[in-house]
Nanobody, 117 residues
């Protein structure tokens, strides 16, 4: 069993900032990577940012330069700092982790981010 607890969503005005956090716990030894995905109404879920235990980071082009992902491998936590938010960033944001060794993916329940004036 793997549990993911997400926090930090909410309502913010355009140009504002939010910080999302994800904490993983349960029956695993270590994580291969942690990431954030989002799904806007009527759209498919998409990758926002992903960070590997090796240090490799991937960003969607739409958030590059505005969002920053970080990970604490010892604590199995990840954060997504979101700056210069735009209305099109409005979505449910999901934390996803992949276990080292097995490659099993696990998803959080999601946290809503609304960017609106």
């Amino acid at each position: 069993q793997v549990q993911l607890v997400e926090s930090g969503g909410g309502l913010v005005q355009p140009g504002g900032s939010l910080r999302l956090s994800c904490a993983a716990s349960g029956d695993f030894f270590s994580l291969n990577n942690m990431g954030w995905y989002r799904q806007a109404p009527g759209k498919q879920r998409e990758l926002v940012a992903q960070i590997f235990s090796s240090g490799t980071i991937n960003y969607a082009s739409s958030v590059s330069g505005r969002f920053t992902i970080s990970m604490d491998g010892a604590k199995n936590t990840a954060s997504l700092q979101m700056n210069s938010l735009k209305p099109e960033d409005t979505a449910v944001y999901y934390c996803r982790v992949v276990l080292a060794g097995t490659g099993e993916p696990h998803w959080g329940k999601g946290t809503l981010v609304t960017v609106s004036s």
